[in-house]
């Protein structure tokens, strides 16, 4: 079920990403009206999307470089977000001395970081919703199989 609340989310920061950004800014920021936004954060926002669904929908067999960069991203995000919180604000915004963060921008950077890496861990989890039934099937083949087979014998 997360997953595909996630796929979805994914989805909608593709089509849609001026809402999700707004909304960010309104939590993080006390003067969101007044800061001057760079063409790159709707790029951003968007690729964000793509490697959310990238890695949700194909699970294992995604790249395990981009699945490593997110866990690296949202680890650090987690354990240091000041430096990542600062990088983002030069790469999004064009004026970042204006910008006013709000006192919960770190807590904030943190679940960010739980959200990466949980993209992360569900793209590497076996219980792939899609694999799941056909694995079970192949298991059942294979033991039919197996049970018509006379066991050999060693010397």
């Not at 990542?84 to 709000?102: F, K, N």
Request: neutral net charge; glycine residues 10%; contains cysteine.
């Amino acid at each position: 079920m997360l997953r595909k609340l996630l796929i979805g989310f994914g989805i909608v920061e593709i089509l849609k990403p001026e809402p999700i950004i707004g909304l960010c800014e309104r939590i993080g920021l006390r003067n969101p009206g007044e800061t001057e936004r760079r063409p790159l954060a709707l790029t951003g926002a968007r690729l964000e999307g793509l490697v959310f669904v990238w890695l949700l929908v194909r699970g294992r067999q995604g790249s395990t470089l981009v699945s490593a960069l997110l866990g690296i991203a949202g680890l650090t995000l987690v354990l240091v977000p000041r430096p990542i919180i600062e990088l983002s604000q030069h790469l999004v915004y064009a004026d970042t001395d204006r910008l006013e963060l709000q006192p919960w921008v770190v807590p904030a950077a943190r679940l960010l970081g739980v959200l990466y890496l949980t993209v992360t861990l569900l793209s590497r989890s076996t219980g792939d919703e899609s694999a799941g039934d056909g694995g079970a099937a192949e298991s059942a083949d294979d033991s039919a199989q197996s049970s018509s087979r006379l066991p050999l014998r060693s010397r």
